[in-house]
């Protein structure tokens, strides 16, 4: 493990990075959509009947390359696995065992009357022993928009919905026995939908569920939140904490994670609302509200206020995920979108091309997001322009766990064309690299794996087709190593499409992750209000296990050092510590000279260190502390 992420190293990694993602501004304005979102999965309507009659299952085999292993565990002809984000769909037990679920139907036409959950597991962390493909679901009836998770020390619940609010099946041992079979009820005068379902304590034992009301599809949606401590006997079921519908989150617009006694779920924020997360460290008790992204039009009324006009365009977030590590720090990733409200009414402008691009990472132990600029609008921006024309990265890097990779072949962006990216999915995502994941090891190490274009891969129609990366980030170091694995690199993906992400949040060996993606032979979608595939075909959920060479793995002492901000800084820089320790905190200018030295006692909590002495620039700020040592860039301001 390297314990020191020496100067040199942050130096060259700081200035190279931001010199090779340099390119000309090819950001193109695109067109207008419609702020009031037309949800897939309103289920209540006169389906034919279908019987549920399972066929011959399929029989797949385990892949290898490199520092990867991938099964095929399941093949669907219903392609929208969720209109925004995408839910708890995979789990890992202490045993090493996973087991995955996606949205399946072998119907192959737009009512897929035999929807239902698709499920399967590998049983002891055998990664080759996964069953044969499901052939129908496990519910028997037509459900929808499934999410799981453990139950118990060694059993599972899965919930999905039907059209008449949600339901969950629970079986006290994983893979194997009859589930036994539920319904939340439902609030008065609501229809639960879309759900995300998590479970906490030391057993697993205590349920809870986000959902959506179903007959209520503006953007003024109500969000429920179930929470049963007796295996479904019982239920609370009350709108969720803190919630305002002046925010005004839609449907499917939710991520849910839990690890030990703390729970979280985010809420994206973007069009009305701010971007924030709710947090409960007792279990679903009692819940704090902590904001990541302040937007600036919060509540304006965009029909009648002329407040709700932009001055700017607005770099906001859009689709992700969360992630709890050991020490009930929230790990928050998100992709990000650029649009502009221009006019009075509810449609919107956006655009395509390089500089909308970036995946956003923020954890609970810093504030509010801050624009380098001042600028509200940027507070979520990547790419800034730079002399010549040119737009580069900004200062900021470590924020950004994600983008659009460069040309594999020339490390470049010079064969990007806007005309090459597939916009049909603008009325389920609007940005580029999309459907972020996030998962963090026993140590603190990170992972995000996401769906970004492929520069070097196209259709027979001139598309970029959409692979799926992953970047780390050692629990050591403040440094994102960005897409460095592709898990469609490998040939037999070369023509395919990659999207609808998912992944175990808390894998159980270290440096190792479990991720999964759905992949199609074509961009866009068959399924949905606007489809833009003109037939059905097969989709394929690929579960793959990697191994990064970019984490640590070593068991030694506790590192106490989580964070540093707020960055640019003015006056003040916080050390986010995780226990009392004695610190040595030092400064580099861009030479490599040490301008400042602090000898800090650290308390656990946030610790206060002056800059105010320091001139405007920027500055490596390395912190020794426990035998270990950190180094954050940071601007001043």
Request: glycine letters at 10%.
């Amino acid at each position: 493990m390297k314990k020191v992420l020496l100067l040199s190293a942050a130096l060259f990694l700081g200035l190279s990075s931001f010199a090779q993602m340099r390119t000309t501004n090819k950001e193109v304005l695109v067109g207008k959509a419609d702020m009031r979102k037309v949800m897939q999965g309103k289920e209540i309507s006169a389906y034919a009947p279908y019987n549920f009659q399972a066929t011959t299952p399929m029989t797949s085999t385990l892949n290898r390359w490199g520092n990867m292993e991938e099964f095929q565990t399941m093949t669907t002809s219903y392609d929208l696995q969720s209109n925004n984000y995408v839910s708890n769909r995979i789990v890992q037990w202490g045993d090493g065992s996973i087991a995955a679920t996606a949205m399946f139907s072998l119907s192959y036409d737009a009512n897929a009357a035999d929807r239902g959950t698709g499920y399967n597991i590998t049983v002891g962390g055998d990664f080759g022993n996964w069953g044969p493909e499901p052939s129908a679901s496990i519910e028997g009836e037509r459900t929808g928009w499934p999410s799981i998770a453990q139950y118990g020390a060694n059993g599972e619940i899965v919930v999905s919905h039907t059209g008449n609010g949600v339901i969950y099946l629970i079986r006290e041992n994983k893979g194997e026995g009859e589930w036994v079979r539920g319904d939340v009820p439902n609030p008065e005068g609501a229809s639960l939908s879309w759900p995300r379902v998590v479970t906490s304590g030391p057993n697993h034992d205590i349920i809870h569920i986000v959902a959506a009301d179903q007959d209520d599809v503006t953007l003024e949606t109500t969000i429920f939140y179930a929470r049963s401590g007796d295996g479904g006997t019982t239920w609370d079921v009350n709108v969720i904490p803190e919630f305002d519908a002046v925010e005004s989150y839609s449907a499917d617009d939710y991520a849910l994670a839990a690890n030990g006694d703390v729970v979280a779920c985010l809420f994206p924020g973007c069009l009305l609302g701010d971007g924030y997360i709710l947090k409960s460290e007792d279990n679903g008790l009692t819940w704090e509200k902590k904001i990541f992204w302040e937007n600036p039009y919060r509540g304006f009324d965009w029909e009648t206020d002329p407040q709700s006009i932009y001055t700017d365009t607005l770099y906001g977030p859009e689709n992700g995920s969360i992630a709890i590590d050991n020490q009930g720090v929230v790990h928050v990733t998100i992709s990000t979108a650029e649009y502009l409200h221009d006019e009075l009414g509810t449609s919107y402008t956006y655009f395509i091309g390089l500089a909308i691009d970036g995946i956003v990472y923020w954890n609970d132990t810093q504030g509010v997001i801050e624009a380098p600029d001042g600028n509200p609008h940027h507070a979520l921006r990547l790419w800034w322009p730079s002399e010549g024309g040119y737009i580069s990265h900004g200062d900021n890097e470590g924020m950004f766990c994600g983008w659009y990779p460069p040309d594999e072949n020339t490390g470049t962006y010079d064969n990007w064309s806007n005309d090459c990216v597939f916009t049909d999915y603008k009325t389920h995502f609007i940005g580029g690299s999309v459907h972020p994941v996030i998962a963090v090891d026993d140590n603190g190490n990170l992972a995000v794996a996401y769906s970004s274009c492929n520069i070097g891969r196209l259709t027979g129609d001139g598309y970029y087709l959409r692979n799926v990366y992953v970047s780390y980030k050692s629990c050591d170091e403040d440094v994102w190593v960005i897409a460095e694995d592709n898990l469609m690199e490998d040939f037999m993906h070369s023509l395919s499409e990659g999207v609808n992400v998912i992944g175990v949040p808390n894998p159980l060996n270290k440096g190792e992750f479990v991720f999964g993606y759905m992949e199609d032979d074509f961009p866009g979608f068959a399924c949905g209000t606007t489809p833009s595939q003109a037939q059905f075909t097969d989709n394929k959920l690929q579960v793959v296990r990697l191994v990064s060479e970019y984490t640590s793995v070593s068991e030694e002492t506790i590192n106490p050092l989580t964070s540093v901000y707020p960055n640019p800084a003015t006056e003040v820089i916080y050390v986010n510590s995780a226990m009392n320790t004695d610190a040595v905190v030092t400064f580099h200018n861009i030479a490599g000279q040490v301008v400042k030295t602090v000898n800090k006692s650290l308390t656990t909590g946030e610790n206060g260190i002056s800059v105010n002495d320091l001139s405007t620039g920027v500055y490596f700020c390395t912190i020794n502390a426990n035998g270990y040592s950190k180094t954050t860039k940071v601007i001043v301001k």
